[in-house]
């Protein structure tokens, strides 16, 4: 193992990981899901948020066709599609996405089809940056244990 | 919080062997929630809905501890929770949902829960649960 590759990675990864959170594409909720990675499960963040990006994906196309046809908006079915991107957003920590959610309930809540789908084009834009900046994560963290190193715990606090 | 911690806080957790069903339409959730009941080494079981949790309990199975989330398909979890009650089910029920307002707490309360958090669940939320409905022996 080359002690000095190891903690140049591990240095980058612990800038990388306090950025994201700096720059409020996370939260402390991804954290927690950190803490429960474990031996036995060592891909479980991955396997969370890549739950997370499929519902993303496909709420995003549900209530993209709900939005398609300015005389025919149906509102309710936008807001529960809202609603459950705002749940599993808060659930792993995207906050970003989550804050997005909340502007995209309200656009719903007052029938705003125009900022609906402002809201929707952020939402997407949003979940997609995530999803390859915790792509680079992974990658580092793969890249650490390669070269024979830990993964360092952060404490973002 | 440590497998060592997690055990002061309960120490006889491990020797209770309790059970758990995770009632959520998410799947971010229920692998969530499965995983936090796997941690405190809680034996759980999954469905999706709130007719599949009653259908779980029709079919003679039991458990200790139903997470219940509000806002699912087919039957939501009020719905449930009054039915599990009308059934004479006497398993501990805590409410898990992102609404929070008190209206929809209430109503969810008043349905038959136990006790209540808000998503989304940690480590810390769940022994809250555990702890508000005694689930572990005094000594």
Avoid: W
Wanted: hydrophobic content about 35%; some cysteine; aromatic content about 6%.
């Amino acid at each position: 193992m080359n002690t000095t590759v190891v903690a140049q990675l591990q240095r980058q990864f612990q800038d990388y990981i306090v950025s994201l959170y700096q720059q409020g594409f996370l939260d402390n909720q991804f954290s927690e899901l950190r803490k429960l990675q474990d031996e036995g499960t060592p891909d479980f963040v991955a396997e969370v948020v890549s739950l997370f990006f499929d519902d993303c994906s496909k709420l995003i196309n549900t209530m993209s066709a709900s939005l398609e046809r300015p005389d025919n908006v149906d509102f309710k079915q936008v807001d529960s599609g809202v609603h459950q991107l705002k749940g599993s957003s808060s659930s792993v920590g995207a906050q970003r996405v989550k804050n997005v959610c909340i502007s995209f309930k309200e656009c719903c809540h007052v029938q705003n089809r125009e900022g609906c789908l402002r809201c929707l084009q952020q939402v997407d834009y949003e979940y997609k940056m995530l999803k390859t900046k915790l792509q680079d994560l992974f990658n580092l963290e793969q890249q650490i244990l390669q070269a024979g190193g830990t993964i360092p715990q952060v404490d973002i606090n | 919080m440590t497998r060592d911690q997690i055990a002061e806080e309960l120490p006889n957790l491990a020797e209770s062997k309790l059970t758990a069903l995770v009632v959520d339409d998410s799947f971010v959730n229920q692998t969530i929630h499965q995983k936090l009941l796997n941690r405190l080494g809680i034996e759980n079981d999954v469905v999706t809905n709130g007719k599949e949790a009653v259908d779980v309990y029709c079919s003679g199975r039991n458990y200790d501890l139903i997470l219940m989330d509000m806002d699912m398909p087919i039957m939501n979890g009020i719905q449930a929770t009054k039915r599990l009650r009308e059934m004479g089910i006497e398993s501990k029920i805590a409410g898990v949902t992102t609404r929070a307002n008190e209206g929809e707490k209430k109503e969810f309360m008043e349905a038959g829960l136990n006790d209540f958090q808000e998503k989304p669940l940690t480590i810390s939320k769940l022994l809250s649960i555990l702890h508000k409905l005694d689930f572990y022996v005094q000594t």
